[in-house]
């Protein structure tokens, strides 16, 4: 029994997997396959991904809300009908830009590509964005204006296999991750890990063995503490100067940008002693190339890039990788660890407000005529940049604003910041439209659901966060009457009067090659024959005999004159920081067990028995002044809203911190205390810190769990 080789449906490490049929009707077993990321192994969500295949709740049937404001089964037919005649009337009333699409790095490129192409030529709209935008948005900012190119990983995840040291800025891979964790070992060994997180998490107690190093700074403060290891790097002389000169547009502004950012400020600010950020630095640079070291890496996750200065805080980073003549060498470099299965290719194909297939500009007229011509359209015709995705979403249902909405991919309504106005905004709108493979709190809100196909029902190509083009594969058919993504794209263009709309993924795909010819992140070269015959294909691929590019800047930095720039940086505080009434930063993230608006894995036995609902990680300092204990409830409120949880009182955070995980819906969302203040150039939202009150709460309070 050789069963179908596919990836795990979930996060950008796409763990390779072979599935199994059953004798269940549309069920898999899954197991585990050799795959250079993984080796072989899984984290506890790819074990039971089949699990949602055939959840009891599962869509199956497309739903229109009726006159009684209930969800009621129709056919595509009727369902295709509807949503197509009031695009049209709500176009013809309020012009082409009233229909907004938002999708998800989830989708697979095909989907991506064929969405995109959706909102800009059957709907002719604007107003077009992702959820990527709350995910590595701001690593993609920083990394196109440092090296001209955004690919999260410009080299294998295996190459880090051979490094001394890792410096993981906000990055807790040891739950988000599991198996990549493996990668760490020489590092580990070599006392060489540094993990920023103001949290003990679960890859920052990997430092304490070996002699690693925590560096627990105060939320929001990564940008001063790289500052700070990098004024350590050029005042004792670590830097790569060669490297400096040779493959660095301007080294002196490195060099003014950190002047000030001596050890002992950075830690009035992040809390983290001199002595520690010193040694650090040191630890970093003796394994960097210039000094005859194993390589160095340094990689940033979602704890240092979802800030209002996300931007900045990345490019720190990749400046202090730069002065350590790291990028572009073998064995060592900057990378940022993108998180949605798909992150990867969902951002180079055309759902971002400003770009076309290829990681094009949507404001290149190269571009526009380029791919105007791919789909058949006149390239003025094509729209402009739009709104991102936040901004999107406040502008719904306004005067000027778009009057419905396309949800392909992403549960806005736990996932989104400051979800009372999300709510808001939603409840605006005259046409809410989602597709999805169960009724997520976003698709229960909406006035048409259409069932869709996921992983393990369909075809199709993915890309890692290394940039490898993966084949997505099909072992079961899906249940009832679901269908692709692809199809409410064609079904609707068709009753637009448009086409050119496949519902076939491999034409596609063969579509997206040409769309993607000569662009940055160049698939042409790719085919699914090359990828079924087991080729290792990491864009940019520009023609069938090239082999793939595994690595980026080994000969040079694609920008204008082949360095890599310099921007000079500078720290600021948070958005909404601390105050007499707010002491203590709110900080979210992950668990292992869920995967992010937990729409998923909430509905996997075995996952929402291990991880049932909300809480708070609150320190047991402050946990003594509230005179609260372990499981009891307290109540969290922010400029935004408030909530009610059970305290899990540990040590692991700083006594500044309550730390919350966002998988949750309804009253249990933390998202309902987030801020939406955006980052000025990538327009992430500020997701990972804010001020909160926590004080003692009464059981049975408003709210979850008593
Ligand atoms: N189990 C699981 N795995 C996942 C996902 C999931 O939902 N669940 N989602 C996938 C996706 S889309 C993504 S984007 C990745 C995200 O992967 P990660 O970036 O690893 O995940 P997070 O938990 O969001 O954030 C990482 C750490 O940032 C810390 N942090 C918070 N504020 C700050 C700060 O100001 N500075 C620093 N240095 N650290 C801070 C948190 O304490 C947390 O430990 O995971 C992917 N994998
Ligand atoms: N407070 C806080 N909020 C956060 C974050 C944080 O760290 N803290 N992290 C942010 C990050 S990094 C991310 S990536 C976002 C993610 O948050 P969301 O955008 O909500 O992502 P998911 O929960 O993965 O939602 C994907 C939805 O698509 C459905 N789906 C799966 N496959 C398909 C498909 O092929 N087609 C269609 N149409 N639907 C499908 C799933 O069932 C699910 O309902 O959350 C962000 N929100
Ligand atoms: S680490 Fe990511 S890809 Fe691998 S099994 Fe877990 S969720 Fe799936
Ligand atoms: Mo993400």
């Excluded at 490195?254 to 992040?270: D, G, N, Y």
């Excluded at 490019?315 to 730069?322: D, G, V």
Aim: aromatic share 6%; with cysteine; net charge negative.
């Amino acid at each position: 029994m050789t069963g179908v080789a596919t990836h795990c449906p979930y996060c950008a490490l796409q763990c390779a997997t072979t599935l199994h049929p059953v004798a269940k009707p549309g069920a898999v077993e899954v197991r585990p396959r050799q795959f250079p990321t993984n080796r072989g192994g899984l984290c506890r969500k790819g074990w039971t991904a089949p699990d949602v295949l055939t959840v009891p709740d599962r869509l199956t049937v497309p739903l229109v809300r009726n006159a009684a404001g209930e969800l009621e089964e129709t056919s595509w037919d009727a369902a295709l009908d509807f949503v197509a005649d009031r695009i049209k009337a709500l176009q013809a009333s309020h012009g082409r830009d009233a229909i907004a699409v938002f999708g998800g790095g989830g989708l697979t490129n095909e989907k991506a590509y064929a969405l995109g192409k959706f909102a800009r030529v059957a709907l002719k709209t604007a107003n077009v964005d992702y959820n990527g935008r709350f995910c590595m948005s701001s690593a993609a900012a920083a990394t196109n204006r440092a090296f001209g190119i955004d690919r999260g990983l410009p080299f294998p995840l295996a190459d880090l296999g051979g490094a001394g040291a890792v410096l993981l800025v906000g990055s807790n891979i040891a739950e988000t991750m599991p198996p990549a964790v493996a990668h760490l070992q020489a590092a580990r060994e070599a006392g060489g890990l540094l993990v920023v997180d103001p949290r003990r998490s679960a890859t920052a107690g990997l430092t304490e063995e070996n002699a690693g190093i925590h560096l627990q700074a105060t939320p929001g403060t990564d940008l001063a503490l790289v500052l700070a290891l990098t004024h350590v790097v050029l005042q004792e002389g670590l830097a790569d100067t060669a490297f400096l000169s040779e493959r660095v547009d301007d080294p002196d502004v490195l060099i003014r940008s950190t002047a000030s950012w001596w050890p002992e400020r950075a830690e009035r600010v992040t809390g983290v002693p001199a002595a520690t950020i010193r040694q650090a630095a040191r630890v970093l640079a003796a394994a960097a190339p210039v000094h005859g070291g194993a390589g160095a890496y340094i990689l940033t996750g979602r704890g240092a890039e979802q800030h209002s200065k996300g931007t900045d805080t990345v490019t720190a980073c990749i400046n202090l990788a730069l002065a350590l003549g790291l990028p572009g060498r073998m064995g060592s470099g900057y990378g940022c660890i993108t998180g949605q299965g798909n992150g990867q290719g969902g951002r180079e194909h055309g759902q971002k407000a400003d770009q076309l297939p290829g990681y094009r500009s949507i404001e290149d007229p190269a571009a526009r005529s380029y791919v105007a011509q791919v789909w058949g359209v006149d390239p003025d015709e094509l729209p402009r940049s739009g709104k991102s995705a936040v901004e999107l979403i406040d502008s719904l249902g306004t005067a000027a604003g778009p009057k419905a909405l396309f949800v392909h991919g992403s549960n806005l309504l736990v996932s989104a910041p400051n979800l009372a106005s999300v709510r808001e905004r939603l409840a605006a709108l005259e046409l809410l439209v989602v597709a999805d493979v169960v009724p997520s709190e976003t698709a229960l809100l909406a006035d048409v659901v259409f069932p869709v196909t996921q992983w393990a029902e369909e075809d199709g190509t993915m890309t890692s966060l290394e940039g490898r083009v993966l084949r997505r594969r099909a072992a079961v058919s899906a249940p009832g009457e679901v269908r692709s993504d692809l199809a409410v794209f064609a079904g609707i263009a068709e009753r637009l009067g448009i086409d050119g709309f496949s519902t076939d993924p491999r034409e596609v795909f063969e579509e997206l090659r040409r769309a993607s010819a000569g662009g940055k992140a160049d698939y042409s070269g790719i085919s699914w024959a090359r990828l079924d015959a087991g080729e290792a294909l990491f864009w940019p691929v520009p023609h069938e005999g090239h082999p793939g590019t595994p690595r980026l800047f080994a000969d040079g930095f694609p920008t204008a004159d082949g360095r890599a720039h310099v921007v000079p940086v500078d720290h600021r505080p948070v958005a909404d920081d601390l105050s007499g009434d707010a002491p203590i930063y709110l900080v979210t993230g992950r668990l292992l067990q869920h995967y992010q608006s937990g729409a998923q894995t909430r509905r996997v036995p075995e996952l929402a028995e291990a991880e049932p609902e909300v809480f708070a990680e609150i320190h047991p300092r402050v946990a003594a002044q509230l005179g609260i204990g372990d499981g009891r409830p307290v109540r969290l409120r922010t400029a935004r809203g408030s909530m009610v949880l059970p305290a899990r009182v540990t040590a692991d955070v700083r006594p500044d911190t309550v730390f919350v995980p966002f998988h949750y819906g309804g009253a249990e969302a933390v998202n309902e205390l987030t801020n939406d203040a955006l980052d000025p150039v990538s327009r992430m939202p500020e997701f990972k810190a804010c001020a909160v009150e926590v004080t003692a709460a009464v059981l049975g309070a408003t709210g979850v769990p008593a």
